[in-house]
């Protein structure tokens, strides 16, 4: 509603925020109602999907900027990252011990192939996945790592905010891998999403037109957004707007610890989720719709009502 609000009687594009909210919400109803019967199949539709684009689009893999199939490596370095996700999440749901090993093998594969495509955040997001499904075993308190996981992200999005605000000033304060991580380009950009938060605190300048009012964006053809997620709704739809993003992350922080799956499948859940909304505070890959269905997916597979034969092996203590 606030989107419609935050456009109305200006130029815009509130049909395609709109369409991406009920992208993710839908893919994470589909989720939640496919995981509620089959807890596997989800998180293996979408690792295989990823696998099998990778398989069809190889140069996904060579590191090119503008390689295939979304033709930006980030957002296919995010795909790749929700694929690890969604292997650790299955290979935690099925029952046999050696299809568990064969999946998290190939959740091991899926991190290189994260890695090739150079896009840091994702890599380091797969990374920190796998590792938290091998290590799964030892989670008995789910809300502590989801408690762990939003403090991580609150703490990336006020950096962003920081060095926004900072604009010029922060760009000779950073390191050198910091520096070459986030480049000048992105620090002036989210300077640009501040200041037009200052300046239209209120609706923003409206859904899709923070590219026409970004100086930075104006000088550079190759800019398509302001590499935050938080920022840019900031900046077209004011303080409102980026209240309800706050809202609506709480609320997937919450739904992921009232979950009714098992401690180890929240805890991976919680992880991948985060490990996606770092890097979207970093970059514009939540604007590809295919990130988003695969983001919805796994967030409804892991926050869906375990089927019969999970709840008998929880039952069991097996899980």
């Known amino acids: 509603m606030w989107g419609l609000v935050a456009g109305a009687n200006r130029p815009g594009e509130p ?4 369409l991406a909210l009920l992208t993710v919400a839908g893919a994470y109803v589909v989720g939640r109602v496919v995981g509620a019967k089959s807890g596997v199949a989800v998180p293996a539709v979408v690792t295989g999907g990823v696998v099998a ?3 069809s689009w190889p140069g996904a893999l060579n590191g090119s900027a503008a390689g295939p199939p979304l033709d930006y490596g980030n957002a296919n370095g995010a795909l790749v990252a929700l694929a690890v996700g969604g292997a650790c999440l299955a290979a935690l749901l099925v029952a046999s011990d050696r299809r568990r090993g064969e999946v ?3 959740a091991g594969l899926l991190v290189l192939a994260a890695f090739a495509t150079r896009s840091v955040a994702a890599a380091v997001g797969a ?8 290590m799964s075993a030892g989670v008995y308190r789910r809300g502590s790592v989801v408690v762990v996981s939003a403090v991580c992200l609150a703490g990336v999005v006020l950096g962003t905010v920081v060095l926004g605000t900072l604009g010029p000033r922060a760009e000779g304060g950073l390191g050198g891998s910091a520096q070459a991580g986030l480049t000048e380009r992105r620090v002036r ?3 640009d ?6 300046r239209f605190p209120v609706r923003g300048t409206g859904p899709g037109t923070f590219t026409t009012h970004s100086a ?3 000088s550079d053809a190759d800019v398509r957004s302001a590499h935050s997620m938080w920022l840019r709704q900031g900046a077209e739809q004011g303080v409102p707007g980026a209240l309800c993003l706050v809202a609506v992350v709480g609320w997937v922080y919450l739904r992921l610890w009232r979950s009714p799956q098992p401690a180890p499948v929240v805890a991976v859940g919680a992880v991948t989720f985060t490990a996606f909304m770092v890097q979207a505070s970093m970059d514009y890959v939540a604007e590809f719709p295919v990130v988003l269905v695969a983001v919805g ?3 409804g597979s892991a926050t869906a009502m375990p089927d019969a034969d999970l709840r008998a092996r929880i039952e069991r203590g097996v899980l």
Do not use: G, I, K, Q
Request: charged letters at 10%.
């Open 15 to 18: 049909e395609v925020y709109l």
């Open 53 to 55: 684009a990778l398989v």
């Open 104 to 106: 998290l093998v190939l």
């Open 127 to 134: 990374l920190v996945v796998l590792s938290t499904a091998l």
């Open 189 to 191: 950009l989210w300077s």
């Open 193 to 198: 999403a501040v200041h037009l938060t200052e």
């Open 216 to 218: 930075t964006a104006r």
């Open 297 to 299: 997916l796994l967030l």
